[in-house]
């Protein structure tokens, strides 16, 4: 449906903005293959901090580890 004007335009860009695009779009692509794939392998990662911390105290520990 776009791609006669997507064409047109992207023909009409300079090589430096093509590559962006490019680059752009491969990330979008990326992004909607891993979308809804989510794993929860980090799950019970820190149960071992369960009494020492509160889960509001652990998030604030999570910002300071990053």
């Not at 090589?15 to 891993?34: F, G, Q, S, T, V």
């Not at 929860?40 to 369960?50: A, D, M, N, V």
Request: charged residues 40%; proline residues 3%.
């Amino acid at each position: 449906m776009y791609e006669k004007e997507l064409e047109t335009k992207i023909k009409s860009l300079p090589p430096e903005i093509k590559k962006e695009l490019l680059e752009y779009i491969e990330k979008r692509l990326e992004y909607y293959k891993r979308k809804g794939k989510f794993s929860f392998s980090w799950e019970g990662g820190l149960k071992e901090l369960k009494n020492e911390y509160t889960s509001v105290e652990l998030q604030h520990k999570a910002l300071e580890w990053r």
